[in-house]
Nanobody, 113 residues
Framework: QLVESGGDLVQPGGFLRLSCAASGSIFSASVMAWYRQAPGKQRELVAYITSGHVTNYTESVQGRFFISRDNAKNTVYLQMNSLKPEDTAVYYC?????????WGQGTQVTVSS
């Protein structure tokens, strides 16, 4: 089970930190990722982090968003800085290990003045 938190309404240029708490024993070995889905658009990969802490970002968030993980807390984070209106979306946490796939329920991020 994945439970996201931290979504909110924020002004352009602001920041938020999303958290995703995972239950179960596979977290430290899993690839963890954040996806987002804006109204009327397909769900897209925002960032991922491997078990070895290798990270990758979609081009539109590079230099603004940072993904990290704390294996002791079974939690993955997404630090989002310099937020733009186009970052508005429901953000989903995702966990993958082999054939196992899990999604969170999503948390709403709205960037608006």
């Amino acid at each position: 089970q994945l439970v996201e938190s931290g979504g909110d309404l924020v002004q352009p240029g602001g920041f938020l930190r999303l958290s995703c708490a995972a239950s179960g024993s596979i977290f430290s070995a899993s690839v963890m990722a954040w996806y987002r889905q804006a109204p009327g658009k397909q769900r897209e990969l925002v960032a991922y982090i491997t078990s070895g802490h290798v990270t990758n970002y979609t081009e539109s968030v590079q230099g603004r968003f940072f993904i990290s993980r704390d294996n002791a807390k079974n939690t993955v984070y997404l630090q989002m800085n310099s937020l733009k209106p186009e970052d508005t979306a429901v953000y989903y946490c995702y966990e993958a290990l082999g054939s196992l796939r899990y999604w969170g329920q999503g948390t709403q991020v709205t960037v608006s003045s």
